[in-house]
């Protein structure tokens, strides 16, 4: 395949959203814009212009509308996808770190860092439909995990909200009341700051991605340890095909060691692994830094990675990519 | 592309010119025009703008435009598809060239050719450990160090042993036998790997550097002949390398030893690092594989 290189930002690449039918990505970086691409031809369609710092992540609403994005300016704002205008801004006292919509785009969760003796948080927000009614309240604010979360999602029917961070805990709280539920065991979880967390299509299970050089795969309802990949590097971005039973990871060394070492060593590599067997399929090579975003299109036919490098790759899969046996 | 410059209108001042940004004097260029795409896909853009100097120029770009594949698409995504362009992706430059198609092919590599078996790498991996000792059996397989089963030319496990074992007797035909083989369901496969190509280097090295020891603190007159005999007392020494210089033709004081068994280097390791030799007390340890 020949991967289509997008060149819209000028610092890492943090965060890959795709929309719903799949036609658009969003990329989110660590200069202040938010971009959104046409996914098939990787032709830039707009940006995001407001925020004053690193954005960390984004989601699109379901018919692709509204857009939220979390920023490290400790703000969270709403987009317009189509004009690229300001709806609404959320003002935190921290750096907002992880947002989500929630089935039916009527709540959204957003997670706040730890910053000058504020502890993190995880705030849920209701989200107006009509942007004029638009009120900064939160829902539910939920405490308790030491150090940053990472990455906080809504559970099945959205009744939980499923949170992963710094302290390597994968918890998973009641989003009415805020009591925490579940939390994942010492021997089973991770041993190092969970970096990403993504959600299967159905939502039946969920993947985490650590520094502790593993991925693992957990079912959503019970927090039972199904599957754990392991591979040599450090793990920033976990995906999975929502067509064939195929697990991505990518990493690589740490950002601050990547000139001290030849390129080769880094294994920047998009890695495949059968979800089942667990067993390494193949790595899709071409950044020159560490993979931080990655992302599957809902037809399962392309993904996107973005690294350390600025550069978003947008791959299409050859034919043989859907008859690969182990 | 072409690039033709026009003098800017008289009624505009070059001060003003300077002042302003660029875009307020947008309303001033005459409109985007777009050609085609005609029958052959070539669209042509025509765009004005202004340059750094304030000169009105003319760009022309050609584009070829091809289909790809019919994809289903929603009729929101069809919608969605002729938005306008809005924030910087308004002003882009016709030649910033955000969105570029990778000119290098890549591939999703493989771990290993496609229809093997990690169990067979295992067998594969350790074929002389089923050698034992050394003596007793008469026949002895020299690709599986099977004993008394059977002889050479009739080995089982001829495809197996290939990749690591060491004889290096045998036509070069056969040793791809075995990856050629698991690659005929029409998946790619390197070329360096597809079958006829020769062996990269990197398989003779990674054979050097198993089980390999590194001795240094060698006098200037020891030979590998004396470092052969010093080592064989611990197991079968597959090779023997002593550094020469190029100029005096005397030992550079280091060398390596390559066991065909880990366990007998290790004793090696543990009985002969701080060993007197020549006058010299020697200093045995793994040798570390090279970075690349």
Not at chain 1, 79 to 94: A, H, I, K, M, Y
Not at chain 2, 242 to 253: H, L, M, N
């Amino acid at each position: 395949m020949r991967p289509i290189l997008m060149k819209g930002h000028e610092r890492p690449l943090t965060f890959l959203k795709y929309n719903r039918d799949g036609d658009l990505l969003f990329s989110c970086a660590k200069d202040h814009t938010p971009t959104v691409w046409f996914a098939d031809n990787g032709e830039r369609l707009g940006t995001y212009r407001g925020h004053n710092g690193a954005v960390w992540s984004c989601d699109v609403s379901r018919d692709s509308t509204r857009l939220i994005t979390g920023s490290a300016d400790q703000s969270a704002k709403l987009w317009d996808v189509q004009t690229g205008s300001q709806l609404f801004t959320f003002n935190f006292d921290s750096p907002a770190r992880s947002v989500d919509f929630a089935v039916g785009d009527k709540l959204a969760v957003i997670t706040t860092d730890p910053f000058m003796g504020l502890t993190s948080a995880i705030h849920i927000k209701r989200i107006a439909r009509d942007p004029s009614d638009q009120t900064g309240e939160s829902v539910a604010i939920l405490k308790g995990p030491q150090g940053r979360i990472n990455r906080a999602v809504w559970g099945s029917l959205n009744k939980t909200i499923i949170s992963g961070g710094e302290d390597a805990v994968i918890r998973i709280w009641d989003s009415e009341t805020g009591k925490l539920l579940k939390e994942s065991d010492k021997e089973d979880g991770h041993k190092k700051p969970i970096t990403s967390l993504t959600k299967s299509t159905d939502g039946s299970h969920f993947l985490t991605g650590s520094l502790d050089k593993s991925a693992k795969l957990w079912d959503t309802r019970t927090l039972t340890l199904i599957k754990t990949y392991v591979t040599e590097r450090p793990v920033n971005a976990v995906t999975m095909s929502p067509l064939l039973d195929h697990v991505v990871l990518g990493g690589g060394q740490d950002a601050s060691a990547v000139t001290t070492t030849d390129h080769r060593a880094g294994k920047f590599e998009a890695k495949f692994y059968d979800k089942i067997l667990q067993e390494e399929i193949g790595g899709v090579k071409g950044h020159f830094g560490p993979i931080n975003a990655l992302a599957f299109n809902p037809d399962g036919k392309s993904f996107s990675s973005g690294g350390e490098d600025g550069y978003v790759r947008l791959h299409h899969f050859d034919p043989d990519y859907f008859n690969i046996k182990l | 592309m072409a690039v033709d410059a026009a003098a800017p209108p008289s009624k505009l001042r070059w001060g003003e010119l300077e002042e302003d940004d660029a875009e307020d004097l947008d309303f001033l260029l005459p409109p985007k025009q777009v050609f085609g795409p005609d029958e052959n896909g070539i669209k042509r853009v025509v765009e004005y703008k202004f340059n750094d100097e304030g000169n009105k120029v003319k760009i022309t770009t050609t584009t070829r435009i091809r289909k790809l594949a019919s994809a289903r698409l929603s009729k929101r995504a069809v919608e969605r598809r002729s938005w306008s362009k809005f924030g910087d992706a308004v002003n882009e430059d016709v030649g910033s060239r955000l969105t570029m198609v990778s000119t290098e092919e890549i591939i999703l590599e493989r771990p290993r050719a496609p229809g093997t078996k990690q169990e067979e790498v295992k067998v594969a991996g350790d074929p002389l450990a089923s050698m034992g000792k050394a003596g007793a059996a008469i026949m002895v397989c020299r690709k599986c160090f099977k004993k008394g089963e059977h002889w050479t030319a009739m080995c089982p496990y001829k495809d197996l042993a290939a990749p690591t074992e060491t004889s290096i007797d045998k036509p070069p035909s056969a040793d791809n036998s075995a990856t050629s083989a698991g690659a005929t369901k029409g998946s790619y496969v390197p070329p360096s790997m597809r079958a006829g190509a020769e062996r990269t280097g990197t398989d003779m090295r990674r054979r050097h550097e198993e089980n390999s020891v590194r001795v240094t603190n060698l006098s200037e007159d020891t030979r590998e002949p004396d470092l052969h005999e010093l080592f064989r007392p611990f197991g079968s020494v597959s090779r023997v390398y002593v550094a020469i210089d190029q100029k005096t033709g005397t030992s550079r004081g280091f060398g390596f030893v390559n066991f065909t068994i880990r366990e007998d280097a290790e004793r090696a390791i543990n009985k002969l690092n701080g060993y007197g030799y020549d006058n010299l007390i020697l200093r045995v340890e793994w040798a570390a594989p090279r970075a690349n």
